[in-house]
């Protein structure tokens, strides 16, 4: 299947390019990769490992969930006249693998790191829902294949910039990732993962590249008319983990209060004049 290739390719980029900002050196990920498959398990005691491991192995499955409806080429993994929604509910229910991935240890950090995550959720999905409404409400359709043919005149990053930039913030926000890390905080020894070694760890990460993987490639027909497939989808993951390298971490009071009160009113504003011009 080439969707999942790609897919695949995207996330190993995602984790070489990352490592190579991090260490300058292009192996860094396999070197991590088999670092990992070589460590025992931390224990914690009185853990609840079913939670954990249900936690650990369900943040890649629900990225994957998410990815079926993306078309590439024009067409998608699964067809779905409601993709949109479908892709905005996998990536909800990713939340619920942070929140098991921390309470499961039974640990002091992981647990904070999940309550983090929830309230950075809380504070992005609003105006990262009302991003995608204007999306479908300027095409017409839930249907991703029906939103990249509506782009055909004019890509909707040009006429709807503001929840194009909303959206960008989102997958950030959505994959925990640079700005918005502070789930995996240092001053929290690793936050979530705190207490994650080994395989555990392995796939928790690989979970997290998939997660930004599918933000990414989402962006290519939700608001480039899917230009240049799978080669827009790397050159906006490259930006993301270039992001991560550049742009401190934000507190997650501050990011709530700058959600809430700027990026919400803007993104029912862009709702707003794109409902003006549709109509």
């Not at 005691?45 to 939670?51: A, E, H, R, T, V």
């Not at 789930?183 to 070694?197: I, R, Y």
């Not at 760890?201 to 990414?216: D, E, I, K, N, T």
Request: net charge positive.
């Amino acid at each position: 299947m080439p969707e999942l290739l790609a897919f695949a390719a995207l996330a190993l980029g995602a984790a070489s390019l990352d490592g190579a900002l991090a260490t300058r050196s292009p192996a860094a990920a396999l070197r991590e990769t088999a670092r990992l498959l070589g460590r025992q398990r931390r224990r914690t005691p009185m853990p609840d490992l079913l939670l954990m491991r249900i936690g650990v192995v369900s943040l890649p499955f629900f990225a994957t969930l998410a990815m079926i409806v993306l078309p590439l080429g024009g067409a998608a993994l699964v067809e779905s006249s409601v993709g949109i929604v479908w892709f905005n509910a996998m990536e909800v229910c990713a939340w619920a693998s942070l929140w098991l991935t921390g309470w499961g240890p039974n640990s002091v950090y992981p647990l904070i790191g999940g309550y983090r995550f929830l309230a950075q959720g809380l504070a992005y999905e609003l105006p990262h829902m009302f991003a995608l409404i204007t999306v479908a409400l300027g095409a017409g359709s839930l249907d991703l294949r029906a939103v990249e043919e509506a782009q055909r005149g004019a890509w909707f990053a040009l006429w709807m910039p503001v929840a194009f930039a909303i959206y960008l913030i989102s997958a950030l926000a959505m994959a925990f990732w640079g700005p918005m890390s502070r789930p995996l905080g240092s001053d929290l020894a690793g936050g979530v993962t705190a207490e994650l070694s080994g395989p555990d760890r392995l796939v928790f990460q690989a979970g997290r590249y998939l997660m930004l993987a599918v933000a990414a490639w989402a962006a290519g027909p939700l608001f480039l008319g899917g230009g240049g497939g799978l080669a827009g989808a790397a050159a906006v993951l490259a930006v993301l983990v270039l992001v991560k390298h550049r742009v401190p971490a934000v507190r997650m009071d501050r990011f709530t209060q700058a959600s809430w009160l700027v990026l919400l009113p803007l993104a029912l504003l862009q709702l707003l004049v794109v409902g003006i011009v549709v109509i």
